[in-house]
């Protein structure tokens, strides 16, 4: 073979195009192979680029192209099994390679430092440094760095400390010259095996056959459902699979939403897997995230815990992937490389070979619609384990009815009860602030954000208003700015007014109140947790934050406020995910002598969707659904992907996607759909006119195949200041 001269690199830029430049000056550039790194000159920047392949001729003119400045690698940082991956989710998804395969690394990586395990600064204090503390009255910052590492003997990484006190980096260089601190390098490692797990519960029939199943499917691909409700034992059945993966010597990577990540869901792994776990949760330094992925690629760590982008973790030896909440919206990137982990995932485990399993009490439609298809098999567990019962759900007609800030009578009742007898109360309402309008009773004036088409959100405990679209905020008019009247209202209810009618009402009961708003500082979520944990007669308000991930044994009654939200929405979608959240609320409470209630405030408990769920279960429901998507032609039935533009003006979004439109349509056969450009639901966010366009075909390949012709082209008829994206199969219309 002749040796390679060209080599088309990927950088970090928003065109779908490789670039290609030649061998370093001097060097042949033998060694340099598909998934290396170099450092590029590109424009009159230096980038850090991949090596996607080499070849011995181009027809580029010789002369115009330039060397590259430096071999970062010597051989690729991907297993190939990886590599592909990146490859393929590029093309699949649409993406310029370059930002696929930096949004894959992390972050020490994408800036060219040097594949290797990485270190980290460990500080202590050191005799000279005690006597200071002493006598250095003047200095509080050195003297806050030096009073916290006195707390700690053994010393501190530097992470830490700068944690406990920001911006410190300066100080500790200057107690480092004083010589009152010492600081050592470390190489950042990972705990060794643990002599003793704990050992788990019996399995039961169902657990044991689910368990049987996977590991009859170990070494090939199988694609599992684990199906089963709140409490009824997945997570046992994880826990089982991934002892016997990881005694086979492989590795297991599980992936767990963002929300899942709880603290109490590390420890269950930890004390119950007598191996080393990577965890990559959203603390870790750089470092520390460059040394997991650097574990997991040389076989020192068994397995792998993390979120949506831990899927791009490389692996020595893959045994096996878990999904757990397989339905969850995180798994999907809402920006720029817009992927979805789990479908990632699924694609990866048939690559390797292995088995994976996602679980969920609630399925994605689109999983439940594969399991039709023979494509996954599913596994139930039908029955809470340890003996707990299900909760029972009722519809709650509120038409007519009294209400007191949205809460019924006949609700204020029940959980009366419930309190009596010293249980908590859980109301679910997914709206955070005290109202979501406020408007001026005399002219129908209402507070709108002047950045996006929404109303502001007013929050009376500060008086301001808030829009929960762009974040703008402003302080909340004490009068009409039309008409100037002193008379305004507050339409309907949030969260905080919530919390603030019950608390008159239930003045000898703890009202705790869990959402974005009262959970902003670091470990106050924890806090509230554990006040639940510990507490019995409460009542706890919350937004889907209190929906996911925890238990609460001693909640016996759920009040789903607000059920209509997810029926009249244009969101294709919402039907499901509305479901989805009722049975997560519902999942919350009850355990074995108490099973839960859940009562479902609707205006419309009629609806058919709302019937089939309560009275026949998710599944029923989610057929229904599948038959509607079917009828309207809707995914999984078909395909589809989403263009959205965006700009200052109004016309330039609509005028670029009538343009792409065109294009596209050169491109397209009768399995092809498109339809709009509309403007977005809501037109104006953040300042910006938005536009979109939606392509759908009848079958995946159709869609791949008129999307790859048309986006070279599209890419090019981008003028002035608009902004756009494609996204593949979206979770979003909007
Ligand atoms: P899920 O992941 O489906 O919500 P978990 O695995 O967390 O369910 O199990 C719920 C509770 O039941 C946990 O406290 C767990 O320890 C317990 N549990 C699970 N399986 C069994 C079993 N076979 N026997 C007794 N208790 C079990
Ligand atoms: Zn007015
Ligand atoms: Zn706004």
């Given at each position: 073979m002749p040796t390679p001269r060209y080599f088309q690199i990927a950088v970090p830029s928003p065109l779908r195009q490789t670039f290609t430049y030649l061998a370093p000056h001097q060097q042949k550039g033998e060694l340099l192979t598909p998934g290396c790194r170099v450092m590029v000159p590109f424009g009159r920047r230096k980038l850090v680029g991949i090596v996607c392949a080499t070849s011995a001729q181009t027809d580029q003119a010789h002369s115009r192209l330039r060397h590259i400045l430096q071999v970062i690698d010597h051989s690729p940082l991907w297993p190939a099994e990886l590599w592909q991956l990146l490859l393929w989710a590029a093309q699949y998804y649409q993406h310029p390679l370059g930002e696929v395969l930096h949004t894959a690394l992390p972050a020490p990586l994408r800036?060219?430092?040097?594949?290797?395990?990485?270190?980290?600064?460990?500080?202590?204090?050191?005799?000279?440094?005690?006597?200071?503390?002493?006598?250095?009255?003047?200095?509080?910052?050195?003297?806050?760095?030096?009073?916290?590492?006195?707390?700690?003997?053994?010393?501190?990484?530097?992470?830490?400390?700068?944690?406990?006190?920001?911006?410190?980096?300066?100080?500790?260089?200057?107690?480092?010259?004083?010589?009152?601190?010492?600081?050592?390098?470390?190489?950042?490692?990972?705990?060794?095996?643990?002599a003793h797990a704990e050992a788990g519960p019996l399995l039961n029939a169902q657990q044991q056959a689910a368990v049987d199943s996977v590991r009859a499917a170990f070494a090939t691909y199988q694609a599992f459902l684990l199906e089963g409700v709140t409490g009824s034992g997945k997570t046992?059945?994880?826990?089982?699979?991934?002892?016997?993966?990881?005694?086979?010597?492989?590795?297991?990577?599980?992936?767990?939403?963002?929300?899942?990540?709880?603290?109490?869901?590390?420890?269950?792994?930890?004390?119950?897997?007598?191996?080393?776990?990577?965890?990559?949760?959203?603390?870790?330094?750089?470092?520390?995230?460059?040394?997991?992925?650097?574990?997991?690629?040389?076989?020192?760590?068994?397995?792998?815990?993390?979120?949506?982008?831990?899927?791009?973790?490389?692996?020595?030896?893959?045994?096996?992937?878990?999904?757990?909440?397989?339905?969850?919206?995180?798994?999907?990137?809402?920006?720029?490389?817009?992927?979805?982990?789990?479908?990632?995932?699924?694609?990866r485990a048939h690559h390797n070979h292995i088995p994976i399993v996602l679980g969920s009490a609630t399925p994605a439609i689109e999983s439940l619609y594969n399991v039709s298809r023979e494509r996954f098999q599913l596994l139930q567990l039908t029955e809470r384990a340890g003996g707990a019962r299900a909760p029972r759900l009722h519809l709650l007609d509120v038409r007519a009815q009294p209400m007191h800030e949205g809460v019924s009578d006949r609700l204020l009742q029940l959980m009366r009860q419930h309190l009596e007898n010293n249980n908590q109360v859980l109301l679910f309402l997914n709206r955070r602030g005290f109202a979501p309008t406020l408007m001026c009773h005399d002219c129908g004036w209402i507070a709108t954000c002047q950045r996006c088409d929404s109303h502001m959100t007013y929050y009376q405990r500060d008086q301001r208003l808030r829009c929960h679209h762009c974040g703008a905020e402003r302080r909340a008019e004490q009068q009409c700015t039309h008409c100037a009247s002193e008379n305004l209202l507050t339409v309907g209810a949030g969260t905080e007014r919530i919390e603030t009618a019950l608390r008159e009402r239930f003045t000898d009961t703890e009202i705790i109140?869990?959402?974005?708003?009262?959970?902003?500082?670091?470990?106050?979520?924890?806090?509230?947790?554990?006040?639940?944990?510990?507490?019995?007669?409460?009542?706890?308000?919350?937004?889907?934050?209190?929906?996911?991930?925890?238990?609460?044994?001693?909640?016996?009654?759920?009040?789903?406020?607000?059920?209509?939200?997810?029926?009249?929405?244009?969101?294709?979608?919402a039907p499901e995910r509305m479901a989805q959240l009722i049975l997560q609320v519902a999942g919350r409470a009850g355990r074995a002598e108490q099973p839960g209630e859940v009562?479902?405030?609707?205006h419309h408990p009629d609806h058919p969707l709302l019937l089939s769920l309560i009275r026949e279960g998710y599944n029923a429901f989610a057929r229904a659904l599948l038959q509607e998507r079917q009828a309207a032609a809707l995914p999984p039935y078909t395909a589809m992907a989403i263009f959205r533009a965006e700009a200052v003006e109004r016309e330039a979004p609509l005028g670029f996607l009538e343009r792409a439109r065109a294009i596209l349509q050169t491109h397209c056969d009768k399995q092809v759909n498109i339809f709009g450009p509309l403007?977005?639901?809501?037109?104006?966010?953040?300042?910006?006119?938005?536009?979109?366009?939606?392509?759908?075909?009848?079958?995946?390949?159709?869609?791949?195949?008129?999307?790859?012709?048309?986006l070279p082209q599209i890419e090019s008829a981008k003028t002035g200041k608009v902004r756009w994206s494609i996204d593949v199969d979206p979770i979003d219309t909007y």
């Open positions: 800036q060219g430092k040097p594949a290797q395990t990485a270190t980290r600064s460990h500080w202590h204090i050191t005799a000279a440094g005690r006597d200071a503390l002493t006598t250095l009255s003047r200095a509080p910052r050195q003297q806050a760095v030096l009073q916290l590492l006195s707390h700690h003997p053994q010393g501190l990484a530097q992470e830490q400390v700068l944690t406990d006190l920001p911006g410190s980096n300066e100080i500790l260089k200057r107690l480092l010259d004083k010589t009152w601190l010492a600081c050592e390098i470390q190489p950042v490692s990972w705990d060794l095996p643990r046992e059945v994880y826990l089982q699979l991934i002892g016997h993966c990881v005694a086979q010597g492989k590795q297991a990577l599980v992936l767990v939403p963002e929300i899942g990540l709880t603290p109490q869901m590390i420890r269950r792994f930890e004390k119950r897997l007598a191996c080393r776990i990577a965890v990559l949760h959203s603390g870790l330094s750089d470092n520390e995230r460059l040394a997991a992925w650097l574990a997991a690629k040389q076989g020192d760590v068994d397995v792998i815990l993390g979120t949506r982008s831990a899927i791009f973790t490389p692996m020595h030896a893959p045994g096996l992937i878990i999904i757990d909440e397989e339905h969850d919206a995180s798994f999907k990137q809402q920006d720029g490389f817009r992927y979805s982990a789990r479908d990632l995932a699924v694609w109140r869990i959402d974005r708003d009262t959970t902003r500082r670091r470990g106050s979520l924890e806090d509230l947790l554990h006040k639940i944990k510990n507490g019995r007669r409460q009542i706890l308000i919350g937004t889907q934050m209190l929906a996911k991930g925890h238990h609460f044994p001693n909640v016996t009654l759920v009040g789903i406020l607000d059920a209509d939200q997810g029926l009249h929405s244009a969101e294709f979608r009562i479902i405030q609707t403007p977005a639901p809501m037109e104006k966010r953040a300042g910006r006119y938005r536009a979109q366009l939606i392509v759908q075909a009848a079958q995946r390949p159709q869609l791949q195949h008129v999307l790859a012709a048309a």
